[in-house]
């Protein structure tokens, strides 16, 4: 499809979807009360690991309004929460595998894990009660670090005594060795990839009601993916037969990766929902989101790159300590593996790369994808390293990339990707003009001026978004299918329903994927409605994560309007009496070629529910279509980033002057929609380059959970941000040639901040700045660098 | 037995039925079922459940229902025209593309119409420092300003 022969694609129209979140009517999972409600609350281990010697659960069983409690020894006889990614490590084990409880049974494993669940009458009756729960705890050594997990001397699980939950690597080490051994030039880099919350602004919630009449559940539930929560909860958790349990993700208030996982909360709802004989409600407090929510990022890395005498990429060798936290969230493993290591090429022709990843658990809270998932880390270590070689080298930073950008497709990287399509110098070239880089120095002398330090960096990124296909990555460990599938329903009136497995919670399908279908039905825009989130509804769904959406989803939705346009096209031949193929379909009308006999696309549909005047010997009524697509490849956007970054070196505090960002998202169906991620992506970059850090104590503590300790980037933190969208090079193998842009940004943009900062402060001898960048420890970094 | 807690509620007279020392943003949301306000943190930090009481935007999470005696609150709900219609602040985030997911979006528009009834509107940086107390994780803030300029302007401001 070619956006630019169309009209509703490539538009930037207002979306569909705001009326209800504008005037207040929107139905998130906690604004959902059902009849007989009652409310849960958790008890939560407050020591990081320790062993349960008893609770006592007496005094809250009398409590007013309890009407059950439910304890880990309830729990024992069902399923762990599983894990998504089989990762098998270098010797050819496969990764350990702990169990992972609903409730704790005898230990508990970081602070917040869940000891009991109270139910009762009212929420406050519910925490009353809990709080009368006494647990007599025998406290364990905590296991903290990342970087020295695997030699401490405390086990989290018996299966892991070394705490390492794998040890994997890719890439030929021979051949990257013997490329260290020629080269004219050594670049060694060690840092820390900081530990992140996601923090969506709605908290998670669920919403668990039985019905004795048809022995069916249904679960409401803050779900980026609810198919794949029924699934892995129905299969490997509670036993229950899947197509007795509804899974609806309502209107859900951002996830970021947080809201892929089944949680431990919602499992055990649905389980006490049954004996309690009442629907229950959860939703976390904010301080509950904090200590339980799946983490992100959290890797210790260092990284070595050699160049020959022109600044030449000649091999790249990574190795990275990656924390699984306590227990394997549900695609933990694959994030610094699968969406890792292999994104390590990154813009480059580096012929040679060897990425070597350790998985440790820790007693803290699951690390699990956020917000790009892997490929922030890789960028984040490629493009720390070529900005800090090229400094050593004395080359021009943007020189040094354009030396060594692929500039042929396909093009398969030494890490297992085949990169389809894209044009790295074109981004680079625009972003340097509308970063305005030519004015730098005036404005660098300007700051200079005012005793302040001014810095610019760049970012020249890829991700891998979509991730396909589902044989390959089966083989390389995935358990589950990585297509989409989608339903249109066309009404008799030509009205259209569609219904897709991907699930919206900001991103805006309702709009996106109306326009493609109104546009390739001919129809208006409020002629489609597009339905998800419900398991009752959709036929089945993968689900919202990787940027996958348009171009997973998206593309099956084609899939099921060629269907519905291939028989549309026999039913009009009927009607005009024509061949099949002497039929074709343009601007919403089926015509007979060459000449003016036509019918409308309204009246068609009619025909085919109304089936008086009807092939009914060839052609069942109705026109209603599924597809399900799986794609051949993933899609790779790409972009370039440049920010200026002023320092106050006798505060340390960093203001962001200016961000411009120049991206490749092959075709873009609505600009306005794109343009937001793409806001919304640096804000979440911004925030982890310079003010959000998880921190726990070394006992275990989480020191940062609450809003008040962990830094969200507020209005007035951010600059006014200058982006745009390249004419870009289309996505080769999906049929609307586009690519992904929900993490891109989140990705490419926290080296170009540091960057910036590091080339601020290089005249000072700094050489690298920890993420996040507050001002205590940039202060700390010049005070460091002038001794 | 104390007075009964009288209050304003989207114009509407409300006589209070719970606790003195329910939350005014749960009496919105369990008593009234006024769920346009949300609830996204424990420590008043997020302004998702920001209301208007007496015309200021305030945390309905940190206010007891025993506090608003007398007093005129205003919800999402309420600056909402029954006609389909929208409030021009409104009508400004849906064309500014001012949100994503919609969860902190009725708390930074009553946050909006706080700030511009003050004029507290006239640069971008203005409107940023006005909405500090409002955190919204999806759309980096940048059409959630240009709405409320355009808002602004719409309400002639």
Known sequence: ?787 | MSEPIRLKVNGKATVVNVPPDTLLSTFLREHLRLTGTHIGCDTASCGACTVLLNGRAIKSCNMIIAQTQGLEVTTIEGITPADGSLHPMQAAFKTCHGLQCGFCTPGMIMSALDLVSHGAHATDSEIREGLEGNLCRCTGYQNIVKAVALGAKAMGR
Not at chain 1, 104 to 111: C, G, I, N
Not at chain 1, 168 to 194: E, M, P, Q
Not at chain 1, 301 to 321: N, P
Request: include cysteine; charged fraction near 20%.
């Open chain 1, 1 to 787: 499809m070619n956006a630019s022969r169309t009209s509703l694609i490539g538009r930037s129209v207002e979306r569909k979807e705001d009326y209800r979140f504008i005037t207040g009517a929107g139905q998130y999972t906690d604004d959902i009360s059902l009849p007989q409600q009652s409310y849960a609350c958790f008890v939560r281990s407050p020591h990081a690991h320790a062993r349960i010697r008893a609770i006592e659960t007496a005094a809250a069983h009398a409590a007013p309004g309890v009407l059950a409690i439910f304890t880990g020894k309830d729990f024992a006889a069902i399923g762990g929460l599983p894990c998504g990614w089989l990762i098998t490590s270098m010797d050819g084990t496969p990764m350990k595998e702990p169990k992972h409880p609903v409730i704790a049974e005898d230990v508990v494993r970081h602070v917040g894990d869940q000891v009991a669940i109270v139910i009762a009458d009212s929420l406050a009756e519910a925490k009353a009660a809990a709080a009368l729960i006494e647990v007599d705890y025998d406290v364990l050594p905590a296991v903290v670090d990342t970087a020295t997990a695997a030699r401490n001397a405390t086990a989290i699980h018996s299966v892991a005594p070394d705490n390492i939950c794998y040890t994997w690597a890719i890439g030929d080490a021979a051949a990257v060795d013997a490329a260290f051994a020629k080269a004219a030039h050594v670049t060694r880099l060690s840092f820390i990839n900081n530990r992140l919350i996601p923090n969506a602004i709605e908290p998670r919630a669920a919403n668990a009601l039985y019905a004795r009449g048809d022995d069916s559940y249904t679960l409401y539930v803050t779900s980026q993916n609810p198919h794949v929560e029924r699934l892995l909860m129905t299969a490997f958790v509670l036993g229950l037969p899947e197509h007795k349990v509804r899974v609806v993700a309502p209107d859900v208030g951002g996830g970021f990766g947080s809201k892929i996982y089944l949680y431990a909360e919602e499992c055990a709802l649905v389980w006490a929902s049954k004996r309690v004989g009442r629907p229950i409600k959860w939703t976390a407090e904010r301080s509950e989101s904090f200590l339980t929510d799946a983490h992100g990022r959290d890797h210790v890395t260092t990284a070595e790159l050699a160049l020959d005498k022109d600044g030449k990429f000649l091999a790249l060798r990574v190795d990275t300590t990656a924390n699984m936290g306590a227990y394997l969230s549900t695609f933990a493993s694959c994030i610094p593996t699968i969406l890792y290591a292999t994104l390590l090429a990154g813009q480059y022709a580096t012929p040679q790369i060897y990425c070597r990843v350790q998985a440790v658990f820790t007693n803290t809270a699951p690390v699990d994808a956020y917000r790009g998932a892997g490929r922030p880390e890789a960028t984040y270590v490629l493009e720390r390293i070529v900005e800090l070689a090229a400094r050593e080298l004395k080359i021009d930073p943007v020189e040094l990339r354009r030396r060594n950008f692929i500039r042929t497709f396909p093009y398969a990287t030494p890490v297992a990707l085949t990169y389809d399509t894209g044009d790295y110098e074109a981004t680079l070239k625009r972003v340097l003009e509308i970063a305005d880089v030519k004015g730098f120095s005036a404005r660098k002398a300007a700051s200079a001026a005012k005793g302040l330090l001014r810095g610019i960096g760049y970012s020249c990124y890829i991700e891998a978004c979509g991730i396909a296909p589902s044989n390959i990555a089966g083989a390389l460990g995935a358990r589950a299918g990585l297509y989409e599938a989608g339903e249109v329903r066309v009404h008799p009136t030509g009205k259209v329903t569609v219904f897709t497995g991907s699930h919206s919670h900001g991103q805006g399908h309702e709009t996106t994927f109306a326009q493609v279908v109104a546009q390739m039905l001919g129809i208006g825009l409020d002629d489609v409605d597009i339905q998800h989130g419900d398991t009752a509804k959709v036929l089945f769904g993968v689900g919202t994560y990787g940027s996958r959406s348009l171009a997973v989803g998206g593309s099956a939705i084609v899939k099921a309007v060629d269907k519905v346009i291939a028989k549309g096209k026999k039913i009009a031949a009927h009607l005009l009496e024509a061949g099949d193929s002497d039929i074709e379909f343009v601007n919403g009308e089926f015509r007979v070629v060459g000449t003016d006999r036509k019918k409308a696309f309204a009246e068609v549909a009619f025909a085919a529910y109304v089936p008086h005047n009807y092939p009914l010997d060839k052609l069942e009524p109705g026109l209603n279509e599924n597809a399900f697509y799986d794609p051949t490849n993933f899609t790779f956007p790409a972009g370039s980033y440049v920010c200026e970054a002023e320092v106050d070196p006798s505060t340390g505090v960093v203001r962001i002057d200016r961000f411009a960002a120049c991206d490749d998202f092959g075709n873009v169906v609505n600009p306005m929609i794109v343009e937001g991620q793409v806001h919304g992506g640096l804000a979440q970059g911004i925030g982890q380059a310079l003010r959000e850090g998880c921190a726990y104590n070394s006992d275990g503590q989480l020191v940062t959970g609450s809003f008040t300790d962990y830094a969200m980037p507020r209005a007035d933190d951010l600059p006014q941000f200058v982006v745009e969208t390249a004419r870009g090079t289309p996505c080769t193998h999906n049929p609307l040639g586009v690519k992904g842009c929900g993490e891109a940004v989140a990705i490419g943009s926290p080296p170009a901040v540091i960057n910036a900062i590091v080339d601020a402060l290089a005249g000072l001898g700094v050489r690298d700045v920890a993420m996040p960048a507050t001002p205590y420890r940039v202060w700390q970094t010049i005070q460091a660098a002038k001794r």
